[in-house]
């Protein structure tokens, strides 16, 4: 069965200091994993993918088969980063999203 | 934002009442979906549709059904609501295209629903 972990429920980090939010997989086969925010009073929306490679707003996320996660990292973590954030995975039917519990990151001015 | 629009956005009601959450959507996306989102366990999926009249369920479907009878319209209903159903509900929609993983989710604002 498809699921995804986020360990860290509330993470906070100061101004400039990097920051690491936690995600693990399990799934039998090629998923595809997502990183999604949720700003204050804002809709839930896409940050980034891993079949994108690409950097938005700083962070980045890389997809390690070998040890099913998907960590998002930003090296200088500002406080618009302050948010809620949800790892997510896609299966190889692509027709349903499976959700992290979610980590709260606050960043301390 | 994508053309998505959720009704109720807020919901007061009684335990053993009925209560039916309507999704709009403007974009003309296959897919729709509703997913609940509860403190300690994230966003959990209900029921999702591919299609007109075609819905499948998700990992929290008890207690819940849905219909899709437009393109546009996707209803989640809760037949006898109890206090476990109190949750904020969130639909979402995508474009995906069959057999391509490059779907993305447009999320609607939420429907908090209180159930006493």
């Known amino acids: 069965a498809q699921r995804v972990t986020q360990p860290e429920k509330l993470l906070s980090v100061f101004k400039g200091a990097p920051v690491e939010l936690k995600c693990n997989y399990s799934?039998?086969?090629?998923?595809?994993l997502f990183w999604y925010v949720q700003y204050s009073r804002q809709r839930l929306q896409l940050l980034l993918r891993?079949?994108s490679r690409e950097s938005i707003k700083g962070f980045t996320a890389d997809l390690n088969k070998g040890e099913t996660s998907f960590h998002l990292k930003k090296p200088f973590a500002q406080e618009e980063d302050s948010a809620m954030y949800y790892c997510?995975?896609?299966?190889?039917?692509?027709?349903?999203?499976?959700f992290g519990t979610g980590t709260s990151l606050t960043v301390i001015p | 934002d994508a053309g998505i629009t959720q009704s109720p956005r807020h919901k007061v009601t009684e335990t053993g009442t009925p209560v039916t959450l309507r999704c709009h959507q403007t974009?003309?996306?296959?897919?729709m979906y509703w997913y609940r989102q509860d403190p300690g366990h994230g966003l959990r999926l209900i029921h999702y549709?591919?299609?007109?009249?075609?819905?499948d369920k998700g990992e929290v479907s008890d207690g819940y059904s849905v219909s899709r009878s437009k393109t546009e319209d996707f209803l989640l209903t809760l037949e006898s609501a109890t206090s476990s159903q109190t949750s904020v509900y969130f639909c979402?929609?995508?474009?995906?295209?069959?057999?391509?993983?490059?779907?993305?989710?447009?999320f609607g604002e939420g429907s908090r629903l209180t159930v006493l």
């Open positions: 979402a929609i995508s474009d995906r295209v069959a057999g391509a993983n490059t779907g993305e989710l447009f």
């Open positions: 799934y039998s086969g090629s998923p595809e």
């Open positions: 891993h079949i």
């Open positions: 997510a995975l896609s299966g190889h039917s692509g027709n349903q999203f499976y």
């Open positions: 974009e003309n996306h296959r897919y």
């Open positions: 549709s591919y299609g007109v009249k075609d819905t």
